[in-house]
Every structure is written in structure tokens, then in C-alpha cells.
């Protein structure tokens, strides 16, 4: 039993030093992808027009002609990532504030250095690894 336990723990510890070093911002990009598996510009674009999940379209507006209410508190998604690399989209949405400590643009991997987290959220992040690429898969998608 013992011994599972302390795998357990190794295991815990490897996946976290993955987990911060594929957050390392280096100049203005995180290179390494934040999961094992391509983002799917499919469920990326579902993450985006989400209002339960992504909440992009409560600040930016975009291709959603679906959707009726856009924001306009921050630039149209097309005009944000049309000077993006993947990897600067990623540090971007990974840490905002990084970037800019003044923005209301949420850090949706980050667990640390944060302000106004309520308990039951504290050491979780607004998005997973896989969604961060997906959400990138797709917004790579309206530069083409």
C-alpha cells in the first residue's frame, strides 16, 4: 500500500513540474503545448462561444453568427490574434496579466498570484490544458 502511495505522489509531482514548465513565458510565447493531444479547432470554437465555459464573447465579439449578444469591451477575436502566433496565443491566454497587469482578461491557467478566487475555485484553473489548445487550434483558424 505504501509503495502505491509514494508512486501516487511521484506521479503528482512529475505531471506539476510538466504543468509549470510548459507555463514558462519566454519573451512573449509559451512554446510547449499545455497538452499530449492537437487542439481541435472544433471544440475550441464551442469553448469561445460558451458562456458557461469560455465566456470569451462576454469582452470580444467574433464569427458567432449565432450568437445575438457580443462584447465590445475588448478588440473583435479576429483583430486580437491576427498578429498571434500559436504560441503567443497560448502565454496569452494562459496569464493575461503578464502582458498587461491592468487587464480584466481572467488567467485561465494560472493557480497562483491570483486576486478574488472563492475557496471552492482556489488551485483550480478556469480551463484545462486541452482546452487552452483547443481554444487556440481555433482562434489560429481566423488567420487563414
Not at 21 to 30: L, N, P, T
Not at 59 to 65: E, L, M, N, T, W
Not at 103 to 123: C, D, E, H, W
Request: aromatic share 4%.
Amino acid at each position: 500500500m505504501r509503495k502505491r502511495i509514494a508512486l501516487a505522489v511521484s506521479l503528482l509531482v512529475i505531471l506539476n513540474q510538466q504543468v509549470a514548465q510548459a507555463q514558462v513565458i519566454k519573451g512573449d510565447s509559451i512554446i510547449e503545448s499545455l497538452s499530449v493531444e492537437p487542439g481541435d479547432p472544433v471544440r475550441g470554437r464551442a469553448i469561445v462561444a460558451s458562456r458557461q465555459t469560455g465566456l470569451c464573447l462576454l469582452c470580444h465579439s467574433g464569427p458567432f453568427p449565432e450568437e445575438r449578444f457580443q462584447g465590445n469591451l475588448a478588440p473583435e477575436l479576429k483583430a486580437s490574434v491576427a498578429r498571434l502566433s500559436a504560441p503567443q496565443l497560448r502565454a496569452r491566454i494562459v496569464n493575461a496579466a503578464h502582458f498587461n497587469p491592468q487587464t480584466i482578461m481572467p488567467s485561465y491557467y494560472q493557480t497562483s498570484n491570483l486576486n478574488r478566487v472563492a475557496s471552492k475555485f482556489a488551485g483550480q484553473t478556469i480551463l484545462s490544458g486541452q482546452e487552452i489548445e483547443d481554444v487556440i487550434a481555433f482562434l489560429v483558424t481566423l488567420n487563414n
